[in-house]
Each structure stands twice: as C-alpha cells, then as structure tokens.
C-alpha cells in the first residue's frame, strides 16, 4: 500500500532561520513525488515535483529512495512561507491518483 | 491564468438528500478529478475522469458517488442520499497531461 507521512502537523520557525518540512514515503516502486502548499484562503498550488528538480520560491527537495524521504528545504525562511504543505506521492507512471499526506502548518515568526 | 473554478462554495443539505457540486476544469484540460478532504485529515482521492469515462476510483467512491461531465466545460460530483460522514472539502482538479494537476478552491460540504 502507499503512503506519506509527514510526521509533523506544526512547524514553527523564526525569520531567516533554515526550516525542514520532512516527508517519509511508503512504497514499493518507484513513485514520483509532489509537495503542494496552501496559503491561507487559498488553493492547493504545485510547489515542485522531483523529477524537474527546480528550486522554486527558495525550496529544494531531493528525493531520497534509500530513506524514503523527500524533506522539503530552504536555507532563510520568509513570513510569507507560512502555510500549510503537503507532500503527496504518485504512485507510478501514468497512474491517475494522488496520495497525500497529513499536512505540515508551517509558521514563520518575524 | 486559467484556473479551476468550483461551485458553491459552501453547500449546507440535510441527511439523505442529494447534492451536486460543480466544477469547471480548465478549458484545455483532459483529466479531471475529484479530492475531498475530512476536516482534520489528509486530503483523499476519489476519482479520476478521462475521455468521458471513469478511469480510476478509490474505494471511497461507491455506489453513492456519481461524476458526469455534461457538456464541455462542466464536471460534477453527484453524492446520493447524503451521510454525516460525507461533510468535507471536496476539491476538483483538472490536468492536460496525466501529472500536473491544477486544483479548484474547494466546496465544503456541510451534511446536518
């Protein structure tokens, strides 16, 4: 079966300080990997994928398939990172379907 | 930018009644989908539409559960005799290609 565990609901951090949005995945093949981010009184919005291996807004994530982990990262949090994020996992090519996982609220204190 | 548009907003309907929520999916989109998320918990697929037919469904989506795109821009999830348990945030979502989905605002679904 897959999933995705984001074993942190909350995550609060200070201005300029790193911040780490971690993201296990339970999966037998080789799934393609997601984070999406939901601003306040906003849509779900495709932050990056692994596979395009963009850095968008300052965020970074590898994808780790001895870990099973794809962590989100940025080096300087920013108060307008605040949101909530969610990792979410395809299983593999061609499949239809999504799977999230529970979601971090991410809060960044000036 | 073209987005993924829902309605209503917020639909409030009695036990056992029947409920439509609509969406239109980007005009030049091809797959459609429908997410619902319980308050609280994780966001969950229920169901993916492709070339006018259902290509894949979770096992959420039974008997009670209906999508049918109508025309050529709208795509709607039909809830049959509605339970308590099926008040959540339902969102739609549209991609051209399988594997960039664009998703709607939302409809909460309210069951009393």
């Known amino acids: 079966a897959q999933r995705v565990t984001q074993p942190e609901k909350l995550l609060s951090v200070f201005k300029g300080a790193p911040v780490e949005l971690k993201c296990n995945y339970s999966y037998s093949g080789s799934p393609e990997l997601f984070w999406y981010v939901q601003y306040s009184r906003q849509r779900l919005q495709l932050l990056l994928r692994?596979?395009s291996r963009e850095s968008i807004k300052g965020f970074t994530a590898d994808l780790n398939k001895g870990e099973t982990s794809f962590h989100l990262k940025k080096p300087f949090a920013q108060e307008e990172d605040s949101a909530m994020y969610y990792c979410?996992?395809?299983?593999?090519?061609?499949?239809?379907?999504?799977?999230f996982g529970q979601g971090t609220r991410l809060t960044i204190n000036p | 930018e073209p987005e993924v548009t829902q309605t209503p907003s917020h639909q409030v309907t009695q036990m056992g009644q029947e409920v439509i929520l609509r969406c239109v999916p980007i005009s030049n989109h091809l797959y459609f989908y429908w997410y619902r998320q319980i308050l609280g918990q994780k966001v969950e697929f229920l169901v993916s539409?492709?070339?006018?037919?259902?290509?894949?469904k979770s096992e959420i989506f039974d008997d009670q559960f209906s999508v049918e795109r109508p025309d050529g821009s709208n795509f709607t999830l039909k809830i049959r005799s509605t339970k308590l348990e099926d008040s959540a945030m339902y969102f739609c979502?549209?991609?051209?290609?399988?594997?960039?989905?664009?998703f709607g605002p939302g409809t909460r679904l309210t069951v009393t």
């Open positions: 539409f492709y070339n006018n037919e259902i290509s894949e």
């Open positions: 979502a549209s991609s051209a290609t399988s594997g960039m989905w664009y």
């Open positions: 692994h596979i």
């Open positions: 979410a996992l395809r299983p593999i090519q061609g499949a239809q379907k999504l799977v």
